[in-house]
T-cell receptor
């Protein structure tokens, strides 16, 4: 089954304790992206990756890191989490056409992070 | 900066009726891609419909259709014969051609009433 898998689904942690949210897709998609969803703000793009070893900042990258060492995986790293990073996080992937990742994105089921 | 505006935070519609969700965007590009995604209470993000800006014909997927007005930078979603399962948050999104950045609107929460 084609899918984007995020782990964990839920996490409660404390300020400053490094954490990683994993994301894996089995569709051989070039494009992968992380979003955070907050009430009244919709989805905001954190980082995206066009292919292996190629990443770039979205609109809200502060406090986050990513890596793309393999095509299927795109982990999101919070080196020193703070309460303002409490949010619902989504990973997504899609194919890349000649003009960009214009095919629909496949989303993971989301990760609810609470930073105390 | 590129923006996407969904001016209706909440809407409701009677089952079997038709409802239209609005979306306007701001871009200087001539070619881009527009999407509507649905997020039911299960919080999954599901593609509803996709429109390519260089295509004048409005996209349609079963009960879902769009009214794409390029000059007005408007991309509204029409849901016909609304069903209880259409209850969800709906997000409009724009991808500029040649870029890899998505911009999402703030969402419209739709409730279908029995």
């Amino acid at each position: 089954e084609a899918q984007v898998t995020q782990n964990p689904r839920y996490l409660i942690t404390v300020t400053g304790k490094k954490l990683t949210v994993t994301c894996s897709q089995n569709m051989n998609h070039e494009y992968m992206s992380w979003y955070r969803q907050d009430p009244g703000l919709g989805l905001r793009q954190i980082y995206y990756s066009m292919n292996v070893e190629v990443t770039d900042k979205g609109d809200v990258p502060e406090g986050y890191k990513v890596s793309r060492k393999e095509k299927r995986n795109f982990p999101l790293i919070l080196e020193s989490p703070s309460p303002n990073q409490t949010s619902l996080y989504f990973c997504a992937s899609s194919l890349v056409g000649s003009t960009g990742p214009n095919q629909p994105q496949h989303f993971g089921d989301g990760t609810r992070l609470s930073i105390l | 900066a590129q923006t996407v505006t969904q001016s209706q935070p909440e809407m409701s519609v009677q089952e079997a009726e038709t409802v239209t969700l609005s979306c306007t965007y701001d871009t200087s590009e001539n070619n881009y891609y527009l999407f509507w995604y649905k997020q039911p209470p299960s919080r999954q993000m599901i593609l509803v419909i996709r429109q390519e800006a260089y295509k004048q014909q409005n996209a349609t997927e079963n009960r879902f259709s769009v009214n794409f007005q390029k000059a007005a930078k408007s991309f509204s979603l029409k849901i016909s014969d609304s069903q209880l399962g259409d209850t969800a948050m709906y997000f409009c999104a724009v991808l500029r051609s040649g870029t890899y950045k998505y911009i999402f609107g703030t969402g419209t929460r739709l409730k279908v009433l029995a």
